[in-house]
């Protein structure tokens, strides 16, 4: 039933390591459906597997049971070429640690997934100065990694991941490396990014950005064991609840 | 003493840790070594066989050939024969009769120099059988190195001239160089063989009371220009013996200084992947109080351990080897056994080992020493360079294409080192096809099997020294694609995460080794040409067909891209989600 209004949809998912004694379940038996436009935040303890969750929604992991469907496509069982496809267009990451490639430029970082997605260079190099302005940081286009801030970093990180337009945008602790004024800079960029229509599902342990979303979901012991609705949170309503209106 | 023993814990344990690598490192260094000492150990290598030939034929200390017609026609034959009174000389045998007969034996033709002795039991120059008996009516011997040449034995029966002779003896003499092949019959068969108007020629062998002054005596007797005779002491014949010797020292030092360079090349990538996962080692030895000197200590120590013990293994191999590769042929008596290494020779392999280990680890092992304690501690990926234009390139070249050109560009370094590695492999290749078509002797003229045999002999260097190039270059290109599988992992796991397929990155890990492949290629072919200069060959003369030449460039992508296939693939299916969890 949720399939059909869902963009994102797993059944039963499981994620388990190891064998006999020493298997672990990261992942245990966890459904989650999300619609189009709608902020999903998860938060839970360290190690509960928030995150391991976030790489089974986006395909960088195997399940070991379950289903995931995106946009009514199986992900479990298709090939890694198909993923990899798939995430290019469908799909957006936003990590904690940033990920963003050490040589490369601000600009550079945000064109790449639109280039290995085989845009051509100016229209990549066209959307990643659209981005960049979008973020806030048209003046930091030319910098490395290593002349940024954490928030502009992060900041970067999030225009990459709007690189190909995506679906669905998969964020990981994304203010779990940021000091309170970067937060703040990333809360309301992604308080943006939910006015604008973008389906988010946002792992983290920040209870400001947890309640910038539209449900809320806590996790314990690899399992979901509550979910609440937020009514309309919004990045601007609850920064100044946080009191980090600046 | 204490810190002697922590010093040997320390790199004793890395070493064990690092089997793979470590055994990689001394097998490179003993590659080395082994084919240096080879080259060193040639030195003199025919001295010790040629005096045991010389003493056992009662060698004459100059030998003289009397050929109106072919040196000039000065001089009469009683002239040369009273050489035998000449001052200086206390001994002497012949003259005896000698021409060209041409040996016919199972389609080859041999133009021989056949002398007329009706006894080996001279005074001076007595031809010393190895096996068989001396000659006798319709009996022929032959000179060893020409019987081995020709694959003869006792009891074949050879055409001399179109007349059938059995070979009765196989003998060695000192008194003549082996270029040329040697038959001994007796007078009277020499005599009818040489046909009804024979050109008879005459050997005479002198014993002097200076064998040392045999080359001042040879050129005081010489005469003119036209003088009817030759005189060679027998420091010239020994001379023209180790000529083969001299060849393939020649190609061996050529190929050692290869090798030294590919190893260079080698060892620099390899140690720069151990340095580079030392960080955190650095780290940690550093926050329980060593120096930044006793940790660059710990660092070299471990690698010039294993240059050593790689020294100790390629000097006796190389020493072992010697005497299969460069059998003083089978004109002397005896094989060279293993030739008597210099302490010189040991010291000067040992010390190119040492140099080359320490040259690849010191620079890295300064840097680790020197980075601060928490950023060793942090283990930081080493930092990538960063080339604007290669990465404007890049974008142009859809998803492998980027990520190869990418992969070079941050680690410049190891790209040289790869093309260094892989132009002199091609080189290599190059120089061996060159010499094939012309051969560095340039002796591969029909009927002469004794240079063809000399040739063989050169070839067969060759093509193991070529065997080891390729090998230790094959061995440099697999780790530095390791290294750079290693070195890219978190770069490559994003891409994938960024829509980046298995494909793309595989073939982006191994374009990283193709694209530096290619230059090397079209660099090899000069610098093969070069080789084959240096080896003694004549390139001009080469003219090698120009298609073979331009086929290297596919073969070495080929080759290049099966080795790299492999740990690009394994690369590119390492699990995304936890290489970007570690970081």
């Keep these: 039933m949720h399939e059909k209004t869902s963009v994102l949809s797993a059944q039963g998912l499981r994620k388990e390591y190891g064998k006999g004694a020493a298997l672990v379940r990261a992942v245990d038996d966890v459904s989650l459906d999300v619609a189009p436009g709608e902020s999903v935040a998860i938060v839970g303890p360290s190690g509960c597997g928030k995150s391991t969750l976030l790489y089974l929604l986006g395909g960088l992991e195997r399940p070991s049971a379950g289903t995931l469907a995106l946009e009514g496509r199986q992900l479990e069982q298709m090939p890694e070429t198909g993923l990899a496809r798939l995430r290019r267009h469908a799909l957006g990451f936003v990590f904690q640690a940033f990920h963003l490639v050490d040589e490369l430029t601000a600009l550079e970082n945000i064109e790449l997934p639109a280039l290995l997605a085989g845009s051509a260079p100016r229209a990549a190099r066209e959307r990643a100065r659209e981005l960049l302005d979008q973020v806030g940081l048209e003046d930091r286009a030319e910098h490395l990694p290593s002349a940024l801030s954490g928030g502009q970093r992060q900041r970067v990180a999030i225009a990459r991941a709007l690189a190909n337009a995506p679906l669905v945008v998969l964020a990981d602790e994304p203010t779990g490396n940021l000091d309170s004024t970067a937060t703040t800079e990333v809360l309301r960029l992604f308080g943006q990014l939910h006015a604008g229509g973008q389906t988010l599902v946002v792992v983290t342990h920040d209870e400001r950005i947890a309640a910038t979303a539209d449900r809320l979901i806590t996790m314990r012991d690899g399992r979901f064991v509550g979910e609440t609705k937020l009514a309309g949170g919004t990045a601007r309503g609850l920064t100044e609840m946080a009191g980090l209106e600046g | ?583």
């Design chain 2, 1 to 583: 003493m204490g810190r002697l023993l922590l010093l040997a814990r320390l790199v004793v344990g890395d070493i064990k840790r690092r089997r793979l690598q470590s055994g990689l490192l001394l097998a490179m260094i003993a590659a080395t070594t082994a084919t240096l000492t080879l080259a060193l150990a040639l030195h003199g290598v025919t001295n010790d066989p040629f005096a045991r030939t010389r003493a056992a034929t009662r060698g004459p200390d100059v030998s003289g050939l009397f050929e109106p017609g072919f040196h000039g026609n000065a001089g009469t034959l009683a002239q040369f024969v009273a050489l035998r009174r000449a001052r200086g000389v206390v001994g002497a045998s012949g003259p005896y009769p000698v021409t060209r007969i041409e040996l016919s034996w199972r389609g080859a033709h041999v133009r021989t120099h056949a002398e007329g002795r009706d006894t080996d039991r001279s005074a001076i120059d007595r031809p010393l059988l190895t096996a068989g008996r001396w000659t006798a009516p319709g009996g022929v011997v032959i000179e060893r190195s020409f019987a081995d040449a020709l694959g003869l034995h006792i009891g074949d029966t050879v055409s001399l001239n179109g007349r059938r002779f059995a070979v009765r003896g196989i003998a060695v003499t000192s008194a003549v160089a082996t270029s040329d092949p040697l038959i001994w019959l007796t007078e009277r068969d020499l005599i009818a063989l040489a046909g009804e108007h024979p050109s008879l020629w005459y050997a005479l062998n002198l014993k002097l009371a200076d064998p040392a002054g045999a080359p001042a005596f040879a050129n005081a007797h010489a005469g003119g220009p036209d003088t009817a005779w030759a005189l060679e002491s027998w420091q010239a014949v020994r001379a023209d013996d180790s000529q083969t010797i001299f060849d393939e020292q020649q190609l061996l030092e050529v190929g050692s200084a290869l090798l030294v360079l590919i190893s260079i090349a080698g060892i620099a990538v390899l140690v720069g992947g151990r340095m580079a996962e030392q960080t955190r080692r650095v780290g940690l030895l550093k926050a329980v109080g060593a120096t930044p000197g006793g940790i660059a200590v710990v660092l070299l120590a471990e690698n010039v351990l294993l240059a050593l013990a790689g020294t100790v293994v390629g000097v006796a191999t190389g020493w072992l080897l010697a005497p299969v590769i460069t059998q003083p042929g089978a004109s002397l008596l005896g094989s060279a056994g293993s030739p008597a290494l210099a302490p010189g020779s040991v010291v000067l392999a040992v010390g190119v080992a040492i140099a080359v280990a320490t040259a690849a680890t010191i620079g890295p092992a300064l840097r680790g020493a020197r980075t601060s304690t928490i950023r060793a501690l942090n283990d930081p990926a080493r930092p990538p360079q960063r080339r604007p234009r290669l990465i404007a390139l890049s974008s142009h070249l859809g998803g492998a294409g980027l990520l190869a050109v990418r992969l070079i560009a941050r680690r410049p370094r190891r790209t040289l080192l790869g093309i260094v590695s892989v132009t002199i492999a091609v080189a290599t290749v190059i120089a061996t096809l060159i010499e094939r078509h012309a051969p560095v002797l340039g002796m591969r003229v029909a009927g002469n099997v004794l240079a063809a045999s000399r040739q063989t002999s050169l070839d067969h260097v060759g093509n193991v020294l070529s065997a080891i190039l390729l090998a230790v270059a094959a061995v440099n290109l697999v780790f530095a694609t390791w290294a750079t599988v290693l070195d890219a992992r978190r770069p490559t796991a994003l891409a994938r995460a960024l829509g980046a397929t298995p494909n793309q990155v595989t073939t982006g890990l191994a374009g990283a080794q193709l694209a530096p492949a290619l230059i090397a290629a079209i660099l090899g072919i000069p610098a093969g040409l070069v080789v084959f200069a240096v080896a003694g060959g004549n390139p001009l003369r080469a003219n090698p067909p120009v298609l073979w030449l331009i086929a290297v460039i596919p073969a070495t992508l080929i080759a290049v891209a099966a080795l790299t296939a492999i740990p690009a693939r394994i690369g590119a299916e390492r699990p995304v989600a936890e290489v970007l969890r570690s970081e």
